[in-house]
Every structure is written in structure tokens, then in C-alpha cells.
């Protein structure tokens, strides 16, 4: 983590009281732990995929001077997608897929972090009451292959299928627990780590809509083969 650390951080304000919270909360971490940062604000498709484009192709641009990416996307949402301004669906899978050791080959045996914040789908987890007392050699002669998809990590504000919470006074509730737990620790962990504190501010919070209670999860993707920290 030594060469230069690129962000992309894309954000619909449109129709999302609280997104510019989440911005200000995630452009401060993204700064304290040294990534320059590219904003992409209220993009409607056609401008998301060609910032998005330009940015993986600055990457490529500087293979040997750069240490990591981090990409946050906050949006509405559903099932393997977010929505533009315009509410047009951009799978995320396209996306990821920009990014891979194919597409992407300044980031080959880099870390590629993808913060995701949008509803998953419509599904509500009430909760429920807890119960009581419960390497293969490498063949030195051929030339190194790499898993099309290696070192990423990417992180969902909840389940598959499911929606997430944001308040429209202070942000979004994943949002919101990475600044606290950042301002606690700071960097001194490592990425899993990290989110799992985040993970745990998450689960153990009380929510509700209207009368009924609510509760969320994150949910961390990983294919990493080296500690991260920033």
C-alpha cells in the first residue's frame, strides 16, 4: 500500500434524503486513510459507465504506481443491480467485471474494495428473540496464472433479497457505523476486521418502520490472498 491509493466514489442525492451525509462521512475516511479520490454525483447510466470506464483505464494508465482501488456505489437498489438517477439499472456484476485481473491489469494482486450501498431487494427482517444459553507447487517453467476475479472484497449494507436503512437526517446506517468505527480505530486494522466492528455497530442497532422493528446485516465477499490495511 505503499504507491497511490485511487477511489471512485458514485452517489444519487436525488430522492435519497441523508446521501449527502454519506458522502461527506465517506470522502473524510477515503481522505484520512490517503486515497485521491473521483466523485460521480447524480450519473444517470451513460455517465456512470463512462466515469467508471475512464477511472479503470487511469489505473491501467499508472500499473506500477498504484496500490489499491476502492469504488463506493450509493444508490436505490435490488437484486444484483443499483439505479441511476433516472432509476436505469446497472448490474453490478458489469461493474466488478471492469475491474478484474483481465480487464484491469494494474490491479492484478491488488486489492479491488467495492463498498455497496443500496437495497438489495424488498424483503424486511424483523429479527428474532434470542434463545436462552444458546496449495499446490507452481511448475517454475510455466508462466504465472492468476483466477480471472482474485483480490476483491466487496461489501453489502445487507442480505441478498433484502433492503438497507438510511436515516434521512444523518445517512445511511452502514455508513454511518464506518465512520464511527474509523474514528475509533482508525487504521489500525485490517479490512475484515474493520467491517466486522462495522458489522457488529449494524446488528446490534434497533430499528423500526413505522411500529414494526427492522434489523440489517452486512454481507462481505472475498476472494483476498494478502492482509490489507490501510
Not at 85 to 96: P, W
Not at 133 to 162: C, F, V
Amino acid at each position: 500500500m505503499e504507491q497511490t491509493r485511487k477511489a471512485f466514489v458514485m452517489c444519487v442525492k436525488t430522492g435519497r434524503p441523508g446521501a449527502e451525509q454519506d458522502i461527506n462521512m465517506i470522502r473524510n475516511w477515503l481522505e484520512e486513510c490517503k486515497f485521491e479520490c473521483i466523485s460521480c454525483i447524480d450519473p444517470d447510466e451513460k455517465e456512470l459507465m463512462e466515469k467508471l470506464t475512464e477511472f479503470r483505464d487511469g489505473l491501467n494508465g499508472i500499473k506500477d504506481d498504484v496500490s489499491c482501488c476502492l469504488v463506493t456505489l450509493m444508490a436505490h437498489g435490488g437484486k444484483g443491480f443499483i439505479n441511476t438517477v433516472f432509476d436505469e439499472r446497472v448490474n453490478l456484476t458489469d461493474i466488478f467485471e471492469m475491474f478484474n485481473n483481465e480487464n484491469c491489469p494494474a490491479l492484478q494482486e491488488k486489492p479491488k474494495l467495492f463498498v455497496i450501498q443500496a437495497c438489495r431487494g424488498e424483503r424486511r427482517d424483523s429479527g428474532v428473540i434470542q434463545a436462552d444459553n444458546l496449495s499446490t507447487k507452481q511448475d517454475s517453467s510455466k508462466k504465472k496464472r492468476l483466477p480471472t476475479s482474485s483480490d476483491y472484497y466487496i461489501i453489502y449494507p445487507t442480505q441478498e433479497d433484502h433492503i438497507s436503512l438510511r436515516h434521512s437526517m444523518n445517512g445511511s446506517v452502514m455508513i454511518q457505523a464506518i465512520d464511527e468505527v474509523f474514528r475509533k480505530h482508525g487504521k489500525k486494522l485490517h479490512i475484515v476486521d474493520f467491517f466486522t466492528q462495522v458489522n457488529n455497530r449494524v446488528a446490534h442497532a434497533d430499528f423500526n418502520m413505522g411500529r414494526n422493528p427492522v434489523k440489517v446485516v452486512l454481507v462481505t465477499e472475498s476472494t483476498l490472498t494478502k492482509a490489507v490495511y490501510f
